[in-house]
Nanobody, 131 residues
């Protein structure tokens, strides 16, 4: 069992930055998991933002939604069992509850963007970007 707790959300002006963290506990060794960030805003489906996956010889490989490319960066600190999402150049449309998720390493990158492929979820952290 893996427990995930997100932190770092808040209110920020457009163009600003936030760093989200996802701390894992329980039966954890997060390098053995693919970790993803998703977001969900009012009346919308949960949307993929970014993921990091151990790809064998390639090592940790990040994946991003088109909306996140060039603005967001996912990383992890295995010593602290924590995954980060650095968000920059934030826009009002980035406003959402951001969720951290974990699953075993994905053999196919297409699996990383699907919420139903993840086994564990955090409770979410609210990010609000004002215009």
């Amino acid at each position: 069992q893996v427990r995930l707790v997100e932190s770092g959300g808040g209110l920020v002006q457009a163009g600003g930055s936030l760093r989200l963290a996802c701390a894992a506990s329980g039966q954890t060794y997060i390098r053995s998991y693919a970790m993803g960030w998703f977001r969900q805003s009012h009346e919308k489906e949960r949307e993929f933002v970014a993921a990091i996956n151990w790809d064998g010889l390639l090592g940790d490989t990040p994946y991003y939604a088109d909306s996140a490319k060039g603005r967001f960066a996912i990383s992890r600190d295995n010593a602290k069992d924590t995954v980060f999402l650095q968000m920059s150049s934030l826009k009002p449309e980035d406003t959402a509850v951001y969720y951290c998720a974990a699953r075993p390493p994905a053999p196919y990158s297409s699996q990383l963007s699907r919420p139903d492929e993840y086994h564990y979820w955090g409770q979410g952290t609210q990010v609000t970007v004002s215009s």
